[in-house]
């Protein structure tokens, strides 16, 4: 979490430096006393200048180490970790005696993600404080989030540039067409400089979407921005009813932070007032309603928590408008530390953001759901959408359940490296699933590869996806959109194209790769005939059998995959009628197959029928041998050759 995220902390609030109880003795213990009351009053963005110039004035070496502590710690806490790790360093190897500089120069490593070092610093700060179980929990998350890092998941991280400043910009709400969020950019009301992060106090922003993208931001018109806090918001589907986070009150005397409904009435945002379970003795922001509009998700630093902030739920009667009793959540979402930003997804899913459980850096978010009454055991989020720095306030957009693989899903808040500015909103999408096929093409008979090979990937809506040539190994390779049927077929000079392949990426939920050795056949010498097995007729017939059209249909497929080839379609008589009858036989049955591929749609200037009776056996059964039915069968036969390839309509 950056500097502003602390804005809208529960418990943020500007505190007045009290006064020194006692004079100081020189000039020099005055600053040092001031910077103290300073960072005591949690301006620490002006405690670590104060700091700073005090190591530079201080010549004793002990002291400046004091100073350099102080000064990182306060930038530590104004979240500034780049200024803060430049002290840390300095430090570490100076046998400085606090063992909380360890820990503290781990977590600005962790922040940058260099979690082996890091871990060695946790280790070390085990080490000196073997009872403090932080260390500890923080070498696991080094360990895991090097895992996650190595791993991501499917999601995407974007930053979303179109609304992004140069200074703070965190906690969107996607509502309808609009994106609402906080932002201490120069628009933000009044002039005030936020003496814990060095930036104006902010406000709540909106910026609505179109087909081309967010429009520029602007600032919510009414009653609801004050020169003070505004931070955290939630609007309700119709975007007439809000719940926002206000700290310091309307004065910014408040010492504690509060939730504040408000309503829009001729567009603009009036009487915002505090929920009644608020207190001026501690304090509740985040707001997130469930999605059926009962339950009120929050966080708190109310007396009673299991860490420093707890996320709570309050039970809401719309009706009469009555709010229930809060109720803590309890260990599963819970930590020692900071819990916070809840969001309830339309699925029931709670989201937040946690500084205690294992995560990547600072704040990480989590999931959980509630069964039976009890919340299971959070989940990280993972990389990317958890870094090594502050990552909170997710909101997702409604119709997110129905978006394809690589539409934006959701958008939330970080501080993570290489930003726009301090904290940024980015968008969340799923990347598409891979879908790869490689292959190699070979010849069939030498089982060499075919370089140069034609490789052609058709979808199913018949247009072209890819057109391909095999590498000097006969491999190919090419990636396939997904939720699509797609056929693939191999071609080479002098060969006969390989059958179809038929390749789906419809429904697939994992990343594929699909291979394939394609053999292709050398086309044959057009003195070579080639028998169509399984063409055969009856005694004196020359009509087609069922079988023969079957046998046919595949001849189609070659004629089809081979469109520059013409072929002769010749047929055979056995040798037991006259020699006459048996020609003019053999030429009705070869032309009864010509018939046949013209009325399946191929040219018939692509084909001749030849019928070359008794003249051509396949065997020795001439005229005086005697032979065996299924002899005379043999040849009984259709035969085809190729005469050309280079058929062109």
């Known amino acids: ?220 018109k009414g009653t609801i921005n004050t020169p003070e806090n505004e931070g955290t918001i939630w609007v309700d589907s119709t975007g007439t009813q809000m719940l926002y986070t206000q700290c310091n009150g309307v004065s910014g005397k408040d010492v504690t932070c509060k939730i504040y409904s408000s309503s829009l009435v001729n567009g603009a945002w009036v009487n915002p007032q505090p929920l009644p379970f608020c207190s001026d003795s501690f304090s509740c922001g985040h707001p997130a309603f469930s999605p059926d509009g009962k339950t009120l998700y929050f966080s708190s630093d109310m007396k009673g928590g299991l860490g420093e902030k707890d996320i709570y739920a309050v039970n809401y009667n719309r009706s009469t408008d009555q709010w229930g009793k809060p109720q803590n959540l309890g260990p599963n979402i819970n930590t020692f530390d900071d819990d916070m930003f809840p969001a309830m997804g339309a699925d029931g899913v709670l989201y937040f953001s946690s500084k205690g459980h294992l995560g990547m850096g600072g704040l990480d978010i989590f999931t959980s759901t509630e069964v039976n009454g009890k919340w299971s055991k959070a989940e990280n989020m993972k990389s990317p959408v958890n870094s090594g720095g502050d990552d909170f306030g997710i909101t997702f957009i409604p119709e997110y359940k129905n978006i394809t693989p690589g539409g934006i899903i959701a958008y939330f808040c970080s501080n993570r490296q290489n930003g726009i500015g301090d904290d940024d909103i980015y968008s969340i999408s799923i990347k598409p699933y891979i879908f790869m096929v490689k292959g190699k093409v070979m010849d069939k008979e030498m089982k060499i590869p075919l370089p140069m090979a034609k490789v052609t990937i058709i979808a199913g809506n018949k247009k072209p996806l890819a057109t391909l040539k095999t590498n000097d190994k006969g491999e190919f390779i090419q990636e396939l959109p997904y939720n699509n049927q797609f056929s693939l077929v191999a071609s080479f000079e002098n060969y006969f194209s390989s059958t179809e392949y038929s390749i789906s990426t419809t429904n697939m939920k994992n990343d594929s790769t699909l291979e394939f050795t394609i053999m292709l056949e050398p086309l044959p010498a057009p003195e070579q005939e080639i028998t169509l097995k399984g063409i055969y007729y009856d005694v004196d017939k020359y009509d087609l059998r069922p079988e023969a059209k079957t046998v046919l249909d595949s001849l189609i497929k070659i004629m089809n995959l081979n469109p520059g080839i013409t072929i002769e379609i010749a047929s055979h008589t056995d040798s037991r009628a006259d020699a006459k009858y048996n020609l003019s036989l053999s030429q009705k049955r070869a032309q009864a197959c010509v018939d046949y591929l013209t009325q399946k749609g191929i040219d018939k200037k692509r084909m001749t029928a030849v019928g070359y009776g008794e003249t051509r056996p396949e065997n020795d059964c001439v005229d005086g041998v005697d032979c065996s039915e299924e002899q005379h069968q043999q040849n009984r036969r259709t035969t085809f050759r190729v005469l050309t390839t280079d058929f062109n309509k």
Do not use: H
């Not at 950056?2 to 902390?9: N, R």
């Not at 803060?84 to 360093?89: C, G, N, R």
């Not at 260390?135 to 991501?152: H, T, Y």
């Open 1 to 220: 979490m950056k500097k502003t995220l602390f804005l809208i902390l529960i418990g943020c609030c500007c505190i007045q430096p009290t006064c020194a109880q006692s004079a100081p003795v020189t000039p020099l213990d005055y600053e040092i006393q001031r910077a103290q009351e300073t960072f005591d009053a949690k301006r620490y963005n002006t405690a670590a200048m104060l700091y700073k110039k005090l190591f530079e004035k201080i010549k004793d070496p002990e002291k400046q180490n004091d100073m350099a502590y102080m000064a990182g710690l306060s930038y530590i806490k104004a979240n500034n970790l780049k200024q803060a790790i430049k002290w840390f360093e300095q430090l570490v190897n100076t046998q400085y005696p606090n063992p909380d500089i360890l820990y503290l120069y781990g977590e600005c490593l962790k922040y940058f993600e260099q979690y082996d070092d890091a871990a060695r610093r946790f280790y070390d700060y085990t080490f000196e404080k073997p009872k403090d179980l932080k260390g500890k929990l923080a070498q696991q998350s080094c360990n895991e989030a090097k895992k996650w890092k190595a791993n991501p998941t499917r999601y995407a991280v974007t930053n979303a540039t179109a609304i992004n400043s140069t200074n703070s910009d965190y906690s969107p709400y996607f509502s309808g067409t609009k994106i609402y969020f906080s932002s201490s950019r120069p628009e933000a009301t009044g002039n005030q400089i936020f003496e814990w992060t060095g930036q104006k106090c902010s406000d709540l922003f909106e910026a609505t979407m179109n087909s081309a993208g967010f429009q520029k931001p602007v600032i919510l």
